[in-house]
Each structure stands twice: as structure tokens, then as C-alpha cells.
């Protein structure tokens, strides 16, 4: 499934970074005050910036301690960079989430208290009860429901392949439940992947039914080597299934003629963080095998892309900012 494009309000990382150093500085009691409301009203840029700084400090407070990252404290000597890069992570990631979320919501949104969880750039296999074989790809979370007649895996974020078991008894059918809808095998294996805008579910042996969640009628059957995704409303048409809907479990991600904002969207999945691609690059068309893991395998990707194509690769805040630009 195509990412949505970046919305064309985002804030520069240079913008981010400079409101996350004053946000130190004024909770160490150490800015100058004028200083602070001349760098905070110097643009709406900057405004909206501190707004969501300010927003990011109620949700670190109000998150679980376990996931409310002690080290923004503030540290001692050359530390104090370590906390700034950590803010900066932040202010990054939170800070272009929609308003109004609350720190559970993001929380419940990620996966932070599924059953199983897989990190940044780890993949993950589990064997169900059932026989069933669950693989869990990048930043993937799931709840395993399994009840006296029926068995419900909810995929909560990230993508998953599942090879239906053979012990499973009698009368309890298998379903994989997003927040758009619902995919039920028939004897199978098959690839489940939600994004924000929708599921995706690939076929690769026997059939699926999909579902979407307010209009079952809307639902039909997958049958092998083909794909669909669907929304809360409305499912899209079959069609061939994409070579990348499995690639992935063998480390792998296909690109033929992808846009390369499009491929550092699909590499920032694997990583802390996020790689940006500036607008007069986002276009070009790439063609290749890409490792993706962890962030050094990804590390191997983009210099694949630097070595290939006349790309500028920055790397800040110890790789959680990732910047593609056109080379001078």
C-alpha cells in the first residue's frame, strides 16, 4: 500500500530542533526569557512549533513511567546532548501526530500493551497454540483472542504473514481483525499490512474473505496471487499481488520504478525515527533489492541509493533524522 504523501505543513527539523533546545533551557531555569518569545513569535512556523513542544511535555507526563523516557531529565556535562537528541526523537514523532491525541491513545495506537510486539527493524516469528505460524514484520504489534469458539489475532500496527495451522479445532474459524475490517482465511497463507488510510491483504496460498468494518456486504473473497485493500467503508478492486507483500520476510524490499519518497517512506518503517525526502527528489523513479532490518541494514540502503543516484544523505540526531536531498 502507497503511504500518503507528506502533508505540506510539516516542520523543518532546523525549526524542531531549535524548539527543543529552548525546552530545555527554560525547564533548567537557564533561557532568557525576551530571547525565548522573540525566537517563539518570529514566525507562525516557529509558534507552531512551541505549541507542540508544549504539547509534547504533557504527553511524556502523562505516559506510563516505563515509557516515559527518564533521561529527559536533565543530565550533566556532555549528556545534555543526549537528552536534546531524545527530545528531538520526540518532537519528531509525536509532534506530527494529529492533535488532540492523548499519550494512551498513542500509546494503545502503537501497539505499546499488544501480546507481542516486534521493534524497529526486528522481525519476529511466534507458533499459536493452533499451529498456526505468525510472523511479525517491522514496528508490528497484535492481541491474540482466542476463545471457545472462535480465534482472533487484532493486528494493532505494523504488518504480519500468517500460515494457517492444522490443529485447530472444529467450528472455531480464524480471523485477522484491523481497525478497518476483517480478512478470514479459508486454508491459507496470506499478508496483512494496516497503514492510516487502510489494510492491505495478499494472497499467497488458498483464499481470503475481506471485510471492511461498516459495510460487510462490500467484503468478497481473495483468491492466491492476488491483492486488495480496504477501508472502514469501501474495499478496492483485486489485483495482482505486489512481490513486496512477502519480500519483507526474506529481508528484502522491492523497488521497480518507485518513487523515492515513496521507498524512504517504506525504509523509515525500519527505524527510529524518520528519513525525509525533500520535494524536488520525492519523484524520481528507483529500481532495485534494498536491504531492510535494523538501522544499520538500512544504514546499507541508503548508501546503495547515494552511490547510484546523485543523492545528498544527512544523518542528525544520531540517525533518527534522516534528510535525501538533490547533491550540489
Known amino acids: 500500500m502507497k503511504n500518503a504523501a507528506p502533508r505540506s505543513t510539516a516542520l523543518s527539523s532546523e525549526i524542531l530542533d531549535e524548539a527543543a533546545d529552548w525546552l530545555l533551557r527554560l525547564r533548567d531555569g537557564e533561557a532568557d526569557r525576551a530571547a525565548f518569545e522573540q525566537w517563539r513569535t518570529r514566525s507562525p512556523e516557529h509558534v507552531r512549533a512551541w505549541a507542540r513542544a508544549e504539547t509534547l511535555l504533557g504527553k511524556i507526563a502523562a505516559l506510563p513511567p516505563a515509557l516515559a523516557l527518564p533521561a529527559l531529565d536533565r543530565p550533566h556535562g556532555s549528556g545534555r546532548r543526549v537528552a536534546l537528541a531524545r527530545i528531538g526523537k520526540l518532537a519528531l514523532l509525536l509532534g506530527l501526530l ?3 491525541w492523548t499519550a494512551r491513545r498513542l500509546a494503545e495506537r502503537q501497539g505499546l ?11 519476529r516469528e511466534l507458533r499459536l497454540a493452533d499451529g498456526t505460524q505468525l510472523t511479525l514484520n517491522t514496528a508490528t504489534a497484535v ?4 476463545e471457545q469458539n472462535s480465534r482472533t489475532i487484532v493486528l494493532r500496527a505494523g504488518e504480519i504473514l500468517v500460515a494457517t495451522g492444522h490443529d485447530a479445532p472444529a467450528g472455531q474459524p480464524l480471523r485477522v481483525v484491523t481497525r478497518h475490517g476483517t480478512a478470514t482465511p479459508l486454508g491459507t497463507r496470506f499478508a496483512v499490512r494496516q497503514d492510516d488510510d487502510g489494510t492491505r491483504v495478499a494472497v499467497f496460498e488458498g483464499r481470503v474473505r475481506i471485510a471492511p468494518a461498516r459495510a460487510e456486504a462490500a467484503g468478497y473473497v481473495l483468491e492466491s496471487g492476488q491483492q486488495a485493500s480496504f477501508g472502514e467503508n469501501a474495499a478496492a478492486p483485486p489485483q495482482a499481488a505486489d512481490d513486496n507483500a512477502s519480500a519483507w520476510t526474506r529481508g528484502m524490499l522491492l523497488a521497480d520504478g ?3 519518497g515513496e ?7 525500519y527505524r527510529h525515527g524518520l528519513i525525509h525526502c525533500a520535494d524536488e527528489v520525492a519523484g524520481w523513479r528507483v529500481s532495485g533489492a534494498f536491504p531492510v532490518g535494523d538501522q544499520a541494514v538500512t544504514d546499507r540502503s541508503l548508501a546503495m541509493l547515494a552511490a547510484t543516484h546523485p543523492l545528498d544523505i544527512r ?3 544520531g540517525g533518527l533524522w534522516v534528510s535525501l536531498g538533490a547533491r550540489q
Open 98 to 100: 494529529p492533535a488532540g
Open 113 to 123: 500493551f499488544a501480546d507481542y510486539r516486534s521493534a524497529a527493524g526486528e522481525i
Open 143 to 146: 492481541d491474540l483472542r482466542f
Open 258 to 260: 518507485m518513487p523515492l
Open 263 to 269: 521507498l524512504a517512506a517504506e525504509l523509515s518503517r
Open 315 to 317: 544523518q542528525r540526531l
